[in-house]
C-alpha cells in the first residue's frame, strides 16, 4: 500500500511546507505559549466525560524517575517495578500493550511491551506534566488501550519564544533509601525575534534500595541484590516560532545502567520436550552448577545497558486552509539498544530501530460539532541476537487513520471517535508465517450536567487490538521473568467491549467523583501457563473470553482556607475463563490532607491501606497486606526577584512496612523500606 509507507514523507513535507507557508505572511511577534495536550482540542480534563489524571511539574520534580512509580500514587493506578531502573504504570489491572504510554503525544519506541525487565524510555523528571488519558480521545493514538494511555509532556522542544529572552530550571535531589542523586537542568534561549534554543538533561545514580526485614537465600540482608541504577539523558531542542505557529526539531539521547533482580542460573539448563519444561538434572550436573552459582552470586548479578537515540520534528499551524482552523504534523525516528549483560559478557542484545509520522486537521465548527481527522504511519524494525534471543528478527508496519468529534448539546457534553488499523508483521523465519490484519475500533462518551455542580458520565467503547510480534512469535528462554516463551501465529485480533459510569460533585468546599467500570474481552490475548519447575514456568501465548470490573472514588472537603482533607480507594478485578487473572492489583483505601499554610509554606500527610492479594492466577501466591505513612514538607520563595525556588523534604514508609506488589513478575522481591527524600528546585 503505497499511501500508508509515504505518512512518514508526508507529515515531514507538511512541517517543511507549513514553515514556508506562514513564512510568506510572518510579522515578527512573539507567540503565545502553546499548550500540547493529548487532547488535540486543547481543552481541559473537566470538559470530557473520564477520569482523567494530570500530574503537574512540582510533583513530578520530587516524585519517582520511572513512570510507573511517578503515577502509582494516583486513584486506579499501581506499579509493576522491575527493581529500580524500570517500572510501568498498571491502570484498572492493565498493562502492556493496553496502556499506551507516549511522548509529546507521538510514539514511544523502545522495546518495553517486550517484558516488564526493559524501562520505559520517557523521563518524568523532566516532564513538564504527565497525562492519563482515557474514554474516546484514546483512539487517536491506538486501539486496545483498554487502560488508558499516559502523555509525558517534556520542554525539549520549544513552542514559544520566553518572556524574557531566557528561562531555565535547576533540580536537586537526595534520596537515603537507595543513596539517590539526582540532577535535572534546562535553559531556553531567545536568538532573535523568532528562534528558541532549548537545552536540558539529567544525570542519576542509585545503589540498591534498602528494604525491611529482607531475606535472601537464608541470610538477612539490608539491601535488596541488584536493584541499583544510574543514569543520563540529554535533550536539545531548536525551534522556529512565527505568528501562526511553529516548527522545531530536537535530538534526544538516554543512557541507562540498572540491575535486574531476582534472577537465578538455576532455571538456565531448562529446555522443550514437546510442550514440558526439562530442568536440572536431566541436563546438568546439578551440584556443579549450583556451585557455579555461588561462586557468583555476591560479584554482579545480570543488568542492563541501555542506549536510545531519538529525533523528533514537529510543526503547528493555524488557519492552514479554509474549513481548518489548526493543522499539526509530527515526525520521529528512534535507534534504540540495550545489551542485558552477566559476568562482564554482553547475553543478549536487543535492538529496535523506527519511525512514526501524524498528520491532524482540525476542522472549524460544524454546527455544534468541533473535531479533528488524522492519520498515521510507523514501522519498527525488532532484532534480538545472543543466548536469549527469544524472537526472530521482525518488522512491524502499522498505518491507522482516526477521528474524534465532539459538542455541546445543552447541558451534555457528547465525544465520538473511531480509529482503523491495519498492521503487517513480517518475520525473519521461514517456519513462521507472516501476519496481515486489520481493526476498527469506536467510542462514545456523554458527560451531562443535570444540576449545578453535579455530572454523570457514560463512556462506552468496542476496540480491537492487533497482537504483538512477541505474541505471535516468541520461542525460547526469557530468564528475567523466569519464562520460556512460546508464541503462537494463530492468533487473531483481540476484542473487548467496555463501559464506564461516572458520577461527579464540586462546590468548591466539597468534592468527590465515583467510578464504576466494565470490560469484557473475547479472544483476549495472554500467557498461559502449561508447565512449571519451581519457579520457572512454560507459557504460551492463548486467547480466551476474560473481564475486568472494578471501581475509584476520591472524595475531598476543604476544611479551612489552609487544610483540604480527602478519603480514596480503588478496586480491581480480573477474570480470565472464570478464572483469576494473574498479576492484578488489590484494593487500597487511604486519606490525605494537604495544607497550604501561607504564601510560602506547604504540607501533606497521607495514610493508606493495600489489601492482601489472595484471589490469585495458577502458579501464583498470595502477597500480603501493607500501610503505608508518607508525609512531606515544602517551602517557596524568591531570590532577588529573579529566581523561584522550592525547598522539600518528604518521609516516605514511614511505617517501614515490607511492601510486596502483586502485580510485578518480582511479587516476592520487596520494595523499599523506610526513605527520606530532600531536594530544591530553581525556575528563573
Keep these: 500500500m503505497s499511501f500508508p509507507k509515504n505518512i512518514l514523507t508526508l507529515s515531514i513535507l507538511a512541517v517543511a511546507s507549513v514553515s514556508v507557508f506562514a513564512a510568506e505572511n510572518e510579522q515578527a511577534t512573539t507567540l503565545d505559549t502553546i499548550r500540547i495536550k493529548a487532547h488535540p482540542l486543547e481543552q481541559t480534563s473537566k470538559d470530557f466525560a473520564v477520569a482523567d489524571t494530570v500530574v503537574d511539574q512540582k510533583r513530578l520534580a520530587q516524585g519517582a524517575v520511572t513512570i510507573g512509580e511517578a503515577l502509582s500514587g494516583e486513584t486506579g493506578i499501581s506499579s509493576n517495578q522491575f527493581g529500580a531502573g524500570t517500572s510501568r504504570p498498571v491502570i484498572r489491572g492493565q498493562d502492556g500493550p493496553r496502556i499506551k504510554i507516549l511522548q509529546n503525544s507521538s510514539e514511544n519506541i523502545d522495546v518495553y511491551t517486550l517484558s516488564p525487565d526493559h524501562a520505559v524510555t520517557v523521563d518524568p523528571a523532566l516532564a513538564k506534566q504527565v497525562e492519563v488519558i482515557r474514554g474516546p480521545s484514546t483512539l487517536l493514538f491506538g486501539a486496545g488501550t483498554v487502560g488508558g494511555l499516559v502523555n509525558v509532556t517534556d520542554s525539549k522542544l520549544p513552542t514559544a519564544l520566553p518572556e524574557k529572552g531566557y528561562e531555565g530550571n535547576v533540580g536537586l535531589r537526595y534520596n537515603t533509601g537507595s543513596d539517590e542523586k539526582l540532577a535535572t537542568a534546562g535553559v531556553t534561549l531567545g536568538l532573535g525575534d523568532q528562534v528558541a534554543l532549548r537545552v536540558e538533561g539529567l544525570k542519576r545514580e542509585a545503589n540498591d534500595y534498602i528494604a525491611p526485614d529482607y531475606v535472601h537465600e537464608g541470610e538477612k540482608e539490608r539491601r535488596v541484590d541488584n536493584t541499583f541504577a544510574k543514569g543520563q539523558t540529554v535533550n536539545v ?11 522545531g526539531i530536537s535530538y534526544s539521547n538516554r543512557q541507562d545502567q540498572y540491575g535486574l533482580p531476582g534472577h537465578s542460573h538455576e532455571y538456565e539448563s531448562c529446555h522443550l520436550h514437546g510442550l514440558s519444561l526439562h530442568c536440572g538434572e536431566h541436563d546438568h550436573d546439578e551440584d556443579e552448577h549450583d556451585d557455579h552459582d555461588h561462586d557468583h552470586a555476591h560479584e554482579a548479578g545480570p543488568w542492563i545497558d541501555l542506549k536510545s537515540e531519538r529525533y523528533d520534528v514537529r510543526t503547528e499551524l493555524d488557519d492552514p486552509f479554509a474549513g481548518f482552523k ?21 547475553s543478549t542484545r536487543f535492538k529496535n530501530k523506527g519511525y512514526d509520522g501524524r498528520l491532524e486537521l482540525v476542522h472549524n465548527p460544524l454546527g455544534a460539532w468541533e473535531g479533528v481527522i488524522g492519520t498515521q504511519y510507523g514501522q519498527q524494525k525488532l532484532e534480538l541476537t545472543g543466548e536469549e534471543a527469544f524472537l526472530a528478527p521482525n518488522t512491524t508496519k502499522k498505518w491507522s487513520v482516526f477521528a474524534l468529534e465532539h459538542a455541546q448539546l445543552n447541558d451534555v457534553h457528547v465525544e465520538l471517535a473511531a480509529r482503523v488499523d491495519q498492521q503487517k508483521i513480517d518475520i525473519d523465519d521461514s517456519s513462521k508465517k507472516d501476519f496481515d490484519g486489520s481493526a476498527f475500533s469506536v467510542s462514545g462518551a456523554a458527560n451531562w450536567e443535570f444540576a449545578p455542580n453535579y455530572k454523570l458520565s457514560l463512556v462506552t467503547s468496542h476496540q480491537e487490538r492487533l497482537p504483538l510480534a512477541q505474541e505471535l512469535y516468541a520461542d525460547g528462554g526469557h ?19 467496555n463501559v464506564e459510569l461516572g458520577f461527579h460533585y464540586d462546590d468548591n468546599t466539597f468534592d468527590y467523583h465515583v467510578h464504576v467500570y466494565h470490560n469484557w474481552f473475547d479472544d483476549y490475548i495472554y500467557a498461559q501457563t502449561l508447565d512449571r519447575y519451581k519457579d520457572f514456568r512454560l507459557v504460551q501465548y492463548a486467547q480466551d473470553k476474560a473481564k475486568f470490573y472494578g471501581a475509584e472514588a476520591e472524595a475531598g472537603y476543604q476544611i479551612s482556607p489552609i487544610y483540604k482533607l480527602s478519603v480514596f480507594g480503588d478496586y480491581v478485578r480480573g477474570k480470565i475463563d472464570n478464572d483469576n487473572a494473574p498479576r492484578v492489583p488489590t484494593g487500597r483505601l487511604g486519606t490525605k490532607l494537604n495544607a497550604d499554610f501561607d504564601d510560602h509554606w506547604s504540607g501533606s500527610a497521607e495514610y493508606y491501606h493495600v489489601f492482601q492479594q489472595d484471589k490469585i492466577a495458577a502458579y501464583e501466591t498470595d502477597s500480603q497486606s501493607y500501610n503505608m505513612l508518607n508525609l512531606g514538607v515544602a517551602y517557596s520563595g524568591n531570590y532577588s526577584n529573579v529566581s523561584d525556588y522550592r525547598v522539600f523534604l518528604n518521609a516516605n514508609n514511614l511505617l517501614d512496612d515490607q511492601v510486596y506488589q502483586h502485580a510485578s513478575f518480582l511479587s516476592t522481591i520487596p520494595q523499599v523500606g523506610r526513605n527520606f527524600s530532600v531536594g530544591v528546585n530553581f525556575s528563573f
Design 479 to 497: 530468564f528475567a521473568t523466569n519464562t520460556y516463551e512460546l508464541g503462537n501465529d494463530q492468533l487473531s485480533k483481540e476484542k473487548s467491549n
Design 326 to 346: 489548526k493543522l499539526r504534523a509530527q515526525a520521529s525516528y528512534t535507534d534504540y539498544q540495550h545489551d542485558e549483560i552477566e559476568e562482564d559478557t554482553i
Design 237 to 247: 531542542g531548536l525551534s522556529w516560532i512565527y505568528d501562526r505557529g511553529f516548527t
